[in-house]
């Protein structure tokens, strides 16, 4: 059976990050194989004993630590599970699983993965089929490219860069290696996202306002721009792990 890896990095959240495992477990057809992993700031003391009341002892794991670059706080929460995984979300705390059976939907794609690599992802009721937004990746992918998220990031453009390297695979004759699947809702409570009825999904937190911040003293468009040679490196390398082929 293919264990799921829900990966979340969060901050001053216990109460978003409740709501999203109890969604994640409830709408799920097997939670035994599920695995959450949070990855908190050293700093964020007021909300450690809340989270630490939200795992399944012996399932679940928590890593405290010192802030970094975003990015590399999936990745840490990526090593943090270990092989104990064959599938990871990059995940977030302000997520909602809304629709059954989401789990078995992932395993079932999966298994189609050419040789174990490969990515699916569901509609996020914001972005859609355009972006991957909470993408789930196979270990071997994240394996032959050497990280989960590229490790580049303060905020943003993980969704982007990893939607780049599915969509390209797609294009090179692989479609059951970068999979979408629409019939499953995993909705993205974002304080931009609208609600429908004049409002947004979330309001404006104090950690939206760091992440605000953030992209107030770091644009990452240009970093990703002018990475572009590393993205196409990086799918070269999943298309020679698909085909079987040393890289």
């Given amino acids: 059976m293919i264990t799921i890896g829900c990966l979340v990095p969060t901050r001053q959240r216990v109460d978003w990050t409740k709501r999203m495992i109890e969604s994640c477990l409830d709408t799920a057809s097997d939670p035994d194989h599920i695995k959450i992993a949070l990855r908190l700031d050293m700093d964020d003391f007021e909300s450690h004993k809340g989270y630490a009341n939200l795992i399944r002892v012996g399932t679940d794991k928590i890593l405290k630590g010192p802030g970094k670059c975003l990015s590399l706080l999936w990745n840490d929460a990526y090593d943090l599970l ?27 794609t999966a298994q189609q993965f050419p040789n174990g690599v490969g ?13 991957a937004t909470h993408g789930l990746y196979s270990r071997k992918w994240s394996e032959t490219i050497g990280y989960f998220c590229p490790p580049y990031f ?6 982007t860069w990893l939607t780049f390297l599915g969509k390209n695979i797609q294009a ?11 019939d499953k809702l995993i909705e993205h409570m974002h304080c931009s996202a609208p609600d429908g009825k ?11 306002k760091l992440a605000h911040m953030r992209k107030a003293r770091q644009d990452c468009g240009p970093i990703y721009q002018e990475m572009l040679p590393d993205r196409n490196k990086d799918v070269e390398k999943l298309l020679a792990a698909i085909k079987g082929e040393s890289k």
């Avoid at 303060?154 to 969704?159: P, R």
């Avoid at 479609?175 to 699947?181: F, L, N, S, T």
């Fill in 82 to 108: 270990g092989e104990s995984t064959q599938i990871n979300m990059h995940s977030g705390d302000d997520l909602i699983f809304r629709t059954e059976d989401w789990d078995g939907a992932v395993r079932d």
């Fill in 119 to 131: 990515m699916v992802y569901c509609d996020d009721g914001l972005q859609h089929e355009g972006l």
């Fill in 198 to 208: 004049g409002g947004t999904k979330a309001p404006v937190d104090d950690v939206y």
């Fill in 172 to 182: 090179a004759g692989f479609p059951k290696a970068c999979v979408y699947r629409g």
């Fill in 154 to 159: 303060a905020h943003d453009y993980n969704d």
